[in-house]
């Protein structure tokens, strides 16, 4: 059975650092790329943070570089996301995703259930 279980979200102030985290299992987590998004109200739920297998290759919205690091353990099955200087417009629910590569047949996705963040005074 496939889980994604993520973790670490709360209530912050602005500043504030946050670590969320994402347990993987029932599928081969060392193969698969791993992504964080992140659905704030009234938008469109959009892709925070990638890592690929591992860890060589990293992506970041433009409005979190230098403040959010991605991170992977491949031993533990495990996706983080280290968040610093946390701003009101990051609050929002954080889901981890993950998908299958290319030569993978029949190809998978996997979504967890999301973890809210919210950064206020």
């Known amino acids: 059975q496939v889980q994604l279980l993520e973790s670490g979200g709360g209530l912050v102030q602005p500043g504030g650092s946050l670590s969320l985290s994402c347990e993987a299992s029932?599928?081969?987590?060392?193969?698969?790329?791993m992504t964080w998004y992140r659905q704030i109200p009234g938008k469109e739920r959009e892709l925070v943070a990638r890592?690929?297998?591992?860890?060589?290759?990293?992506y970041y919205l433009d409005s979190v570089k230098g403040r959010f690091i991605i991170s992977r353990d491949n031993d533990k099955n495990i996706v983080g996301l280290q968040m610093n200087n946390l701003k009101p417009e990051d609050t929002g629910v954080y889901y981890c995703?993950?998908?299958?590569?290319?030569?993978?047949?029949?190809?998978?996705?996997?979504w967890g259930q999301g973890t809210q963040v919210t950064v206020s005074s």
């Open positions: 890592i690929t297998p591992f860890g060589d290759t990293t």
């Open positions: 029932g599928f081969t987590f060392i193969i698969t790329d």
């Open positions: 995703n993950a998908v299958s590569p290319a030569y993978v047949e029949p190809a998978y996705e996997h």
